[in-house]
T-cell receptor
Framework: DTGVSQDPRHKITKRGQNVTFRCDPI?????LYWYRQTLGQGPEFLTY????????KSRLLSDRFSAERPKGSFSTLEIQRTEQGDSAMYLC????????????FGPGTRLLVL | QQPVQSPQAVILREGEDAVINCSSS?????VHWYRQKHGEAPVFLMI?????EQKGHEKISASFNEKKQQSSLYLTASQLSYSGTYFC???????????FGTGTRLTIIP
């Protein structure tokens, strides 16, 4: 068990471009969460999956954002037509539904939109 | 609604104690505490479930007052490695996601 991994760790893109991030959860975890974190703030919930089903999306997740978790394993988060306001750290976390729901975070993908 | 943490920031000398508070306006099912160092992901510290139980390990412990919708994190005999930003995360009834607090920045100086 190597923990939650995310790829890439850093991404610099120009405004208007599309970007895709990947998250590999801890192997036996059935829940996967995406968060966004800006400087000095706590992580803000974006969306989460239980197995392959996307159960909830935050109002923060505009139509330009889409997330998938095919086959209930890894997940991708895509941002289309990036804007400068999308610059942030994107964090992925996974958990096992046991009633305690401890979430373990990956190292994050830091996005900078120029 | 985001839980409110206090203090916002604190500076301690190595060996001193600290208390970080987390207060929610909603009824809580559980409280999770994380520490985040600059540029890194949050690291899980502990979870407290309803019932007023106190949990901890080594010199970091926490309590959860369900009625007051509050939790406190206790750091005793602080070490340099305790520096970072501490976040509480709350699970509310009927809401299956963590809502993170406003954060407390802790700086330990030698």
């Amino acid at each position: 068990d190597t923990g939650v991994s995310q790829d890439p760790r850093h991404k610099i893109t120009k405004r208007g471009q599309n970007v895709t991030f990947r998250c590999d959860p801890i192997s036996e975890h059935n829940r996967l969460y995406w968060y966004r974190q800006t400087l000095g703030q706590g992580p803000e919930f974006l969306t989460y999956f239980q197995n392959e089903a996307q159960l909830e999306k935050s109002r923060l997740l505009s139509d330009r954002f889409s997330a998938e978790r095919p086959k209930g394993s890894f997940s991708t988060l895509e941002i289309q037509r990036t804007e400068q306001g999308d610059s942030a750290m994107y964090l992925c976390a996974s958990s096992l539904v046991t009633g305690q729901e401890t979430q373990y975070f990956g190292p994050g993908t830091r996005l900078l939109v120029l | 609604q985001q839980p409110v943490q206090s203090p916002q920031a604190v500076i301690l000398r190595e060996g001193e104690d600290a208390v970080i508070n987390c207060s929610s306006s909603k009824a809580l099912y559980s409280v999770h505490w994380y520490r985040q160092k600059h540029g890194e992901a949050p690291v899980f510290l502990m979870i407290l479930l309803k019932g007023g139980e106190q949990k901890g390990h080594e010199k970091i412990s926490a309590s959860f007052n369900e009625k007051k919708q509050q939790s406190s994190l206790y750091l005793t005999a602080s070490q340099l490695s305790y520096s970072g930003t501490y976040f509480c995360g709350t699970f509310n009834f009927g809401n299956e996601k963590l809502t993170f607090g406003t954060g407390t920045r802790l700086t330990i100086i030698p």
